[in-house]
């Protein structure tokens, strides 16, 4: 059975992948806002690092109504745009859909959970670095690979999609050249993306700089280790044990990474919402149904969410 | 015998007190540097919410070598200034001189104690919201108590000075309108101090903001409280007990100042080097000292450290 996709969100994530899985001969349907006409009449374009392409037709929606029923809905919307999520996906599902949440963050696969019900929701983590620089113009600047896995709700109590889906999925994205990894272990997963995002998304806005500077000062370089190794023993007492050595790893490899704006912070600089509810919110809530004190990472949220409400006024996105 | 007194910083805190003592026919002594030629000649103006004064002479020097020695000097510097310390003192003090520090943060009589060795080195904290407004002239916003005491070493082991000496100064502050409580227990004092500076100097910093606009965030306002309960724990494992009712003392407190920015702020602003360092520094060596790990306020100093490697170039003043 050929499965039919919905791309809900067609921005620097959902544009690439979509248009990656496209260019395979997927039958991948897109959900446009700003971009619709633009991408209706001129199709999309993707340049990336593994190879430009041009795709002049590709199947555009402006309104969820106007799409089919889809298979599999991978969602690609920022989770501050969840509350949206019940009057976009209801038109495209059928009774045995699935979705695929491919957001930062922990348990933001929750609003899709309480619309599509147990053992209909898989998530995913992206470690990808593009950019949209134009309407339906996608710029690939690094990596791209998907890890994703079922999602069981907060207590891990609840099935996840049938797997002979998900080995599907994860074919068809192997097939459309992307590097992909299917877990059963997918809280693992997003603590590993965690110890990452935690320190480095609230550091560049709190301290108002880039990965690099972050990385090129003793003080930050060390704060930020510092916060990974707490998110990591956060992990921990939540059920994902994760390797002491790891948080070397999330350094080292930062250092190799390009210079590079987080996603927090081109949020913040272009005043849009930031996902610190999902990112730290979120962390800090299963520390405590754990017991867990994590210090750091409160003081990191209290400052966001000060920063948030305080921030110069900037023309919306 | 009538004390002969130095003033070593002649700005907002030293104008200030020095004022007070000169009005009050103190045999008083002031060292300036860049306000020096004005106050020669035109002496100095304070602007008192308890009464406007114009002292039209006071003994003013340009250099610490054409000074008096002096049997107490009060040291109203800044602590980063500290360095300078050796070279400002030796032409004043004689045999039996003692230093007054009254700088905010913690050890930070150790410079004077390494220069007059033991019995010769007292602290004070001062509450006190004051502005340096223009060559010798200050303006007193509010509070101005000064609670001073002998300071004994790091590990409180050393005698203080002569205590008729002690007396006779608190005599003279006494006599000179200054509010003033001479205690026995420096170390506490410093500690409820930091209970303020620590919360409020760093998050006006790293927030961007004046005291009332973070106490007006909920978040904020409760991210203050929580650091300063972790500096009343770190002042526990240090020896000074400070009674948790004293963290909503410092809150309460908070909301009844005047909107007033934070010294560190100012600096900060003016791009003038900010006392993180005595501060927040020593305040972390110290619960290092005691085996307490401090993790917000470790948090914020690396965050203040790289503040202040990497703020905006400002005219230095």
Redesign the interface.
Known sequence: MKLKYAIVGTGALGGFYGGLMTRAGLDVHFLLHSDFEHVRDHGLRVDSKNGDFYLPTVNAYAKPEDMPKCDCVVVCLKSTQNHLLPGILTPILHSESIALVLQNGLHVEQSALDLLGKGRVAGGCCFLCSNKVGPGHIRHLDYGKIVFGPYRGIDESEPGPPEELMKQIHQDLCNSQIECHLTDDLPATRWRKLMWNIPFNG?SV??N?STD??MA?P??R??AK?ISE?VRQTAGHCGSQIDPSYVDWVIDHTDDMVPYDSSMRLDFLHGRPMEVDVIYGNALRAAERNGFDA??Q??????L???A??RPTKPAN
């Open positions: 550091l709190i301290l700089a500077a972050i000062d003080n930050s060390d704060l510092r707490e210090p750091i409160k003081t990191m949220y209290q400052q969410k000060f920063l409400a305080h």
